[in-house]
């Protein structure tokens, strides 16, 4: 059974730094795309990172292009999520998927059926 554990999230200020980490288990993941999704308060579920768990291709959200990089550590079975210039409207609880999906749909939550249980970010102003 496929496990997601995401840890790392928290309360920083504007401007600030966070790594998420999301540790896989349960299966290989060498045919799977990892995504990194947030939902804030009220709204939907939102796309914000992807990477194939082989091979080099990775996707962003516009809003964070530039400021978030995705990268996993096979050995460790690990996905990261290294956020620089956050900002007040990154705050949300984010979330690490795991499916077989087509790239080209890898940032659709509904293509995902593994899911861990959250972190919670809080960038102040």
């Known amino acids: 059974q496929v496990q997601l554990v995401e840890s790392g999230g928290g309360l920083v200020q504007a401007g600030g730094s966070l790594r998420l980490s999301c540790a896989a288990s349960?299966?290989?993941?060498?045919?799977?795309?990892m995504g990194w999704f947030r939902q804030a308060p009220g709204k939907e579920r939102e796309f914000v990172a992807a990477?194939?768990?082989?091979?080099?291709?990775?996707h962003y959200a516009v809003s964070v292009k530039g400021r978030f990089t995705i990268s996993r550590d096979n050995a460790k079975n690990t996905v990261y999520l290294q956020m620089n210039s956050l900002k007040p409207e990154d705050t949300a609880l984010y979330y690490c998927a795991a499916d077989r999906v087509p790239w080209g749909n890898a940032a659709i939550p509904d293509e995902y059926d593994y899911w861990g249980q959250g972190t919670q970010v809080t960038v102040s102003s």
């Open positions: 349960g299966r290989t993941f060498s045919s799977y795309v």
């Open positions: 990477i194939m768990w082989s091979g080099d291709n990775t």
